[in-house]
């Protein structure tokens, strides 16, 4: 990695018009959520509306009642780290054998010799990082180029660029757009959303262990599939869901950077997101 690398300046903006933008504009956002309601609810990453105390929400020291406000919060800090690991682990590695050298979803092989520090990317929570000058609405680990995602259910990843343990939710400067896929050759983009997918994936298992059955599925209309970081700025998504780290999501398995679903028809990008979401670590 040069020092080009540090993505100082935020990436730039993706075109006015995708695939799953003309779906959205030819179906309307809502359509069919009515008869999905429950289907994207608590599931402990704050979907119910509940919230969890991280280090950069601890009270400041003050009152001896601040400083034990904060005795509680720092243990409630711990006993959130996946289960032997320290905090300087979390924040440095190293990380789980399954991720020290793995693939990212960007197709980039992670080299545990040659990664930055948190602290060197500006790397935060999400709510911060909305604060920065270099984020775009919407992004985070889940949506970049460079994330690892969950692959032994403690719901944290890993990430091709920067070091230790990575939330779905957060995010740094040196984010990177996944690349959006090129549409199959004797296909149109409006064709994507309807289309019979390749052998490989029409009874394919999902990465969360569900066969996927070609007489049963949604419409990508009545699941409101739309890319990830338009639905998570739109507030329509929580921060941290896209078709990556979905349960019900099948993975490019041809070499066309194209996925599938278990729930839904039609071409699937990692990128995207749909009403029917649900975190593949509660199927790990």
Known sequence: MGDDDTGADPPSGRGAWSRRAYLVATTGSATGLAGLSGCVGGNGDGADGTETIRESETPERGTAEEGADEEEADEE?????????????????????????????????????????????????????????AHRPGTCCANCADYIPDKNGDEYGACAEVEGYIDREDWCTVYEDLPEPSVPEGMAAEDLPTAEVPEPYRTASSQGGEERDPDDLLTQADANVMESVEAIADGVAMPGQSCGNCAEFIPDRNGDTWGACARVEGYIAVEDWCAVWEHVSEEL
């Open 77 to 133: 800090e711990h006993e959130e780290l996946p289960e032997g690991v320290t905090r300087e682990a979390f924040e440095r590695g190293p990380v789980p054998e399954a991720y020290r050298t793995a693939l990212s979803l960007g197709g980039e092989a992670r080299n545990p010799a040659d990664l930055f520090r948190k602290s060197e990317v500006g790397f935060a929570e999400f709510e911060e990082a909305r604060e920065n000058s």
